[in-house]
C-alpha cells in the first residue's frame, strides 16, 4: 500500500477533528500510529513509501519505558493491571458461542489470552503479562477501548 503526502495530511485533518485521542492502522507493511494532544508524534513505518517520512511531522518511536501494560499504583502492591495496547472494540470470548476467555476469579499464567480487541476487521488477542488471578474486569463486550485504558485488575502471584 503506498500513501501519497496528500493522503497522509488529510487523514490527519481528519483525527485532529474527530474525538479520537489515539489512531493505530496497519496494513500489510503500512503501519501507522497518531496520539493528539498528549501524545508525542507520530509512529510511521512504510516499506517503499511515496512520500519523504522525514517531511512527515514529529516523526518518533512512542513505546515508552514501561510499555502498555503497567502496574496499578495501589495500596496493594501485588494488583496489576491490564492495559490495552491498541484501540478497538473490546470482546471477552473469541466468538460469540464462545465461553469468556477469563472471569472474576480466573487464575491465568504469563502469556494466557484475556480478551480479543478488534481494529479495522482484524480480531487481536490481548494476553496476559503477569501470573495471577482476575480481581476485576473493567470493560464491557462491544466496549469502544483506548489505547492505554485499563482492561482488567489482576492480583499478581509468584
Known sequence: MKLKMDELREIIEIIEEAKIDV???EKGDFKLYYQKD???G???NQKEASFDPSAAAAEEDLTDEAGPQKEQETEDDALHQITSPMIGAFYSRPNPD???FVQVGSNISENDPVCVLE???L???ITSDVNGEIVEILAEDGEIIEFGQPLFTVRVSE
Open 123 to 125: 480480531l487481536n488477542e
Open 42 to 44: 507520530i509512529l510511521l
Open 119 to 121: 481494529a479495522m476487521k
Open 23 to 25: 489512531l493505530q492502522l
Open 38 to 40: 498528549g501524545g508525542k
Open 98 to 100: 464462545a465461553d469468556p
